[in-house]
């Protein structure tokens, strides 16, 4: 197990674990569900906007948005209209969006591991487990810093 970070200019940002082959981090579409919602935060006030001004804006591919906006609107966190004027809106006042959310609804929960994923999991190690202590305390880091963060912290 190794971790992974993410460096801009100065500034090292904790990303994940990487797990082998895998890495446990958020993928493109959790990062570009908050980019839309930071993207639509800061357009409340014009009311519904195209997708092609947000894809524009934000230089991801249209088709692509289509896919995220689309997961957005059946969590409730957008409102999405059709025809003449339409676009996406967001459905309650930004500082309402805790960060979290926006990412469980996009990439499942943030727990780290089969039995704290699942409270109907049954692992054979649960009761000797030496590393669950750790998971939750990890779990509750991560939970505790992505559901500290409100929608407006990000604009």
């Not at 460096?7 to 082998?20: E, K, L």
């Not at 059946?74 to 969006?97: E, R």
């Not at 998971?135 to 409100?150: D, I, Q």
Request: glycine content about 10%; some cysteine.
């Amino acid at each position: 197990m190794g971790v992974y970070y993410n460096q801009t200019g100065n500034n090292r940002f904790f990303i994940g674990f990487i797990y082998g082959e895998d890495i446990n981090m958020v993928s493109t579409k959790g990062r570009y569900a908050l980019r839309v919602m930071i993207d639509l935060a800061k357009h409340q006030n014009e009311g519904y906007v195209p997708l092609k001004d947000i894809a524009e804006r934000q230089d991801i591919s249209k088709k692509y948005l289509e896919i995220i906006v689309k997961e957005l609107v059946a969590g409730d966190m957008i409102i999405g209209v059709s025809g003449k004027g339409g676009g996406y809106c967001l459905s309650k006042n930004p500082s309402k969006y805790m960060v979290g959310s926006i990412i469980e609804l996009m990439e499942g929960t943030l727990a780290p591991v089969a039995c704290l994923k699942d409270a109907d999991y049954d692992c054979p190690r649960k009761k000797g487990c030496e590393t669950l202590k750790m998971w939750k305390e990890y779990y509750k880091m991560t939970h505790s810093f992505f559901y500290g963060k409100k929608l407006t912290d990000l604009l």
